[in-house]
C-alpha cells in the first residue's frame, strides 16, 4: 500500500481481555516502531523492530505488552489482559533504515 | 536518558502573526532532529528532518533551524490550517538495540484564528 496501514481503527474490549492491534508498513521499510499516545498527551514509544536485529523493547510498559514483526513485515502488538489505563491511541511507523518515520492512522483502543 | 521538552505547550495566533515552537533536547549525541504535524483524530505527518547545528529547512510557511541544544519552527504569516499539534523528536547516532529509536516532546498545539 502507499502508506502504514493500521487495524482496526477503533477497538472497544473489556478489562481482563487480550487484544491484538496490527501494523502493515510501507513496502521496502526496514524499520518499525510502536508508540502510545494517551488524551493530550505526547508520543510513549513502545517498541521498535529493525531489520533482522534484536528488538528495542525497553519502552513496553508491562509483562502483559509484546510485539512480534512475521518476515520482516507486518507486526501485531499484543495486549494481555487489558486494564483500563491502557486505554489509548496506539500509533505504528515505519522507516527506511534510520530515516524518516511514517505514522500511520492509529488504533484508538477503549478498555470499558 | 533522551529528554525532549517543547514550548509552549500551547499557541494561539491570529492569522498573518508570525511566531517560533521552541524544542530543547538533551541527548547523548544528536543523529537528526524530526518535526511532525498532528491533526486530531490521526497519526503525525513528517515535515523536516535536521542532522546539524546551522541547518535549516523550509516548507511552505514552515521553517525550521537547529542548534546544538534546541530546534525552532517559525511560522510566517500562518493560516488557520496551519492548526495542530507540531511534535519534535531526536534520534541517537550509532548502533546498538537504539539504533533508530525516536524520542518525542509534549508537543506544542496551535491554534490560528482568521
Known amino acids: 500500500g502507499a502508506g502504514v496501514s493500521q487495524s482496526p481503527s477503533n477497538k472497544v474490549t473489556e478489562k481482563g481481555k487480550d487484544v491484538e492491534l496490527r501494523c502493515d508498513p510501507i513496502?521496502?521499510?526496514?524499520?518499525l516502531y510502536w508508540y502510545r499516545q494517551s488524551l493530550g498527551q505526547g508520543l510513549e514509544f513502545l517498541i521498535y523492530?529493525?531489520?533482522?536485529?534484536?528488538?528495542?523493547k525497553s519502552g513496553l510498559p508491562s509483562d502483559r505488552f509484546s510485539a512480534e514483526r512475521t518476515g520482516g513485515s507486518v507486526s501485531t502488538l499484543t495486549i494481555q489482559r487489558t486494564q483500563q489505563e491502557d486505554s489509548a491511541v496506539y500509533l505504528c511507523?515505519?522507516?527506511?533504515?534510520?530515516?524518516?518515520?511514517?505514522f500511520g492512522q492509529g488504533t484508538r483502543l477503549t478498555v470499558v | 536518558e533522551d529528554q525532549v521538552t517543547q514550548s509552549p505547550e500551547a499557541l494561539r495566533l491570529q492569522e498573518g502573526e508570525s511566531s517560533s515552537l521552541n524544542c530543547s533536547y538533551t541527548?547523548?549525541?544528536?543523529?537528526?532532529l524530526f518535526w511532525y504535524r498532528q491533526d486530531p483524530g490521526k497519526g503525525p505527518e513528517f515535515l523536516f528532518t535536521?542532522?546539524?547545528a546551522g541547518e535549516e529547512k523550509e516548507k511552505e510557511r514552515l521553517k525550521a533551524t537547529l542548534t546544538k541544544k534546541e530546534s525552532f519552527l517559525h511560522i510566517t504569516a500562518p493560516k488557520p490550517e496551519d492548526s495542530a499539534t507540531y511534535l519534535c523528536?531526536?534520534?541517537?547516532?550509532?548502533?546498538?538495540?537504539?539504533?533508530?529509536?525516536?524520542?518525542f516532546g509534549q508537543g506544542t498545539i496551535l491554534t490560528v484564528h482568521p
Open positions: 523492530f529493525q531489520g533482522n536485529s534484536a528488538p528495542d
Open positions: 541527548v547523548s549525541g544528536l543523529r537528526g
Open positions: 513496502s521496502g521499510h526496514t524499520a
Open positions: 535536521l542532522y546539524s
Open positions: 511507523a515505519s522507516s527506511l533504515g534510520r530515516s524518516e518515520a511514517f
Open positions: 523528536a531526536v534520534q541517537r547516532p550509532g548502533g546498538g538495540t537504539s539504533y533508530g529509536k525516536l524520542t
